[in-house]
T-cell receptor
Framework: DQQVKQNSPSLSVQEGRISILNCDYTNSMFDYFLWYKKYPAEGPTFLISISSIKDKNEDGRFTVFLNKSAKHLSLHIVPSQPGDSAVYFCAASGAGNTGKLIFGQGTTLQVKP | GAVVSQHPSRVICKSGTSVKIECRSLDFQATTMFWYRQFPKQSLMLMATSNEGSKATYEQGVEKDKFLINHASLTLSTLTVTSAHPEDSSFYIC???????????FGSGTRLTVV
């Protein structure tokens, strides 16, 4: 039972353009969502998060949008840079961020110079 | 900022032996730590939640007698893979939550290879 899904295993964009990574979830009890960036053989690095009371959170080039009715969130990176190339995981937790994280399968982003 | 140190980063062991992986929060106290496992090109799968001073909570399908978790202090949790087999070869990652805080900080992971 995959409660957090990233249906696109990979994404390729040109440097300077927008990268949009998508994530869907099934558990309506999730109320806190996070995006992580991960390189091979390393632990995930936190990027940005959003609480279910918001529908948008922005931090520099990264913006996360949350559509609760659709149980969908997306991460926008603009402008994309070659250094953004990595695997991106969305994760969700419930009960006011006191619970465990459930991860999606990840999307490999490649930003071409 | 919050830093989590995970050690060792790589370990190779023989089948049947046990391996201990340490996860330390260096500059904060963590009542709760989490252990994940990642197979190549797959998601991070939560194995167990480690609570300081009490027994770990294991996810369904994770053998608690095989993956022993000890969280004896507010800054240290250990995962011991007992009687390791080649199928236990994987990338293990811990994360820690600051006591009373929000957010999760991840360790750098441990690549376990059982030969």
């Amino acid at each position: 039972d995959q409660q957090v899904k990233q249906n696109s295993p990979s994404l390729s964009v040109q440097e300077g353009r927008i990268s949009i990574l998508n994530c869907d979830y099934t558990n309506s009890m999730f109320d806190y969502f996070l995006w992580y960036k991960k390189y091979p053989a390393e632990g995930p690095t936190f990027l940005i998060s959003i609480s279910s009371i918001k529908d948008k959170n922005e931090d520099g080039r990264f913006t996360v949008f949350l559509n609760k009715s659709a149980k969908h969130l997306s991460l926008h990176i603009v402008p994309s840079q070659p250094g953004d190339s990595a695997v991106y995981f969305c994760a969700a937790s419930g009960a006011g961020n006191t619970g465990k994280l459930i991860f999606g399968q990840g999307t490999t982003l490649q930003v071409k110079p | 900022g919050a830093v989590v140190s995970q050690h060792p980063s790589r370990v190779i062991c023989k089948s049947g032996t046990s391996v201990k992986i340490e996860c330390r929060s260096l500059d904060f106290q963590a009542t709760t730590m989490f252990w994940y496992r990642q197979f190549p090109k797959q998601s991070l799968m939560l194995m167990a939640t480690s609570n300081e001073g009490s027994k770990a909570t294991y996810e369904q399908g994770v053998e608690k007698d095989k993956f022993l978790i000890n969280h004896a202090s507010l800054t240290l949790s250990t995962l011991t893979v007992t009687s390791a087999h080649p199928e236990d070869s994987s990338f293990y990652i811990c994360s820690a939550r600051k006591t009373g805080g929000y957010g999760y900080t991840f360790g750098s992971g441990t690549r376990l290879t059982v030969v």
